[in-house]
């Protein structure tokens, strides 16, 4: 009986001292005003293509081991001008640790907050910590998750704030007529 005590208790210590390390990831998703104030890009678009990285190697720079995810437009609030139809962001599509963005799946729609890179140049990246989310429509994420990223609010929030922040250079052109009696 002590012999077995013993065998289990040095194969629990092997298994502990083998086990790979694990590392806590902990983060604060920026609210809305935040999030679109810190981001390149604020829009609503479908994932229309995924080019793979050019490489694996980890000294190579993040625009070459990232993979490239190219957004059609539906929806801007934030960076992309009027008309273009398509952007792309950098994501690492789950690799790479606690704050790669799960992977974005071709024809889903998300709501893309893409943020700075400063390794990457003019790229933007989406990332976990940032308020990027699948938008689903006719389904409600908090009845699965109530500290899901509800799409809907954050655009209704995103009209709010774009059309506050709004404002003209100089005055519009008034449409008033100015008369004068006739004499």
């Excluded at 678009?45 to 957004?71: C, H, L, Q």
């Excluded at 992977?103 to 390794?119: I, N, Q, T």
């Excluded at 938008?135 to 209704?156: H, K, Q, T, Y």
Aim: with cysteine.
């Amino acid at each position: 009986m002590m012999k077995r005590l013993l065998l289990t208790i040095f194969a629990l210590g092997c298994l502990g001292a083998s086990a790979s390390p694990t590392y806590a990831c902990s983060w604060v998703t920026p609210e809305v005003p935040e999030a679109f104030k810190q981001a390149n890009a604020v829009f609503l678009g479908e994932v229309v293509d995924i080019v793979e990285p050019k490489t694996s190697n980890e000294s190579a720079p993040i625009a070459d081991r990232f993979f490239t995810i190219k957004f059609k437009i539906q929806r801007s609030w934030k960076g992309i001008n009027f008309g273009r139809r398509e952007f792309n962001v950098l994501s690492a599509q789950g690799r790479y640790g606690c704050f790669a963005f799960p992977p974005v799946s071709k024809g889903e729609r998300y709501l893309v907050y893409a943020d700075p890179g400063s390794e990457a140049g003019n790229w933007s990246f989406i990332t976990i910590i940032s308020r990027t989310t699948i938008v689903r429509f006719g389904s409600n994420p908090r009845l699965l998750n109530p500290d899901a990223i509800d799409p809907f609010e954050d655009m209704r929030q995103l009209d709010v704030i774009t059309k506050r922040t709004f404002s003209f250079e100089q005055s519009p052109p008034s449409t008033a007529r100015i008369t004068t009696p006739c004499s």
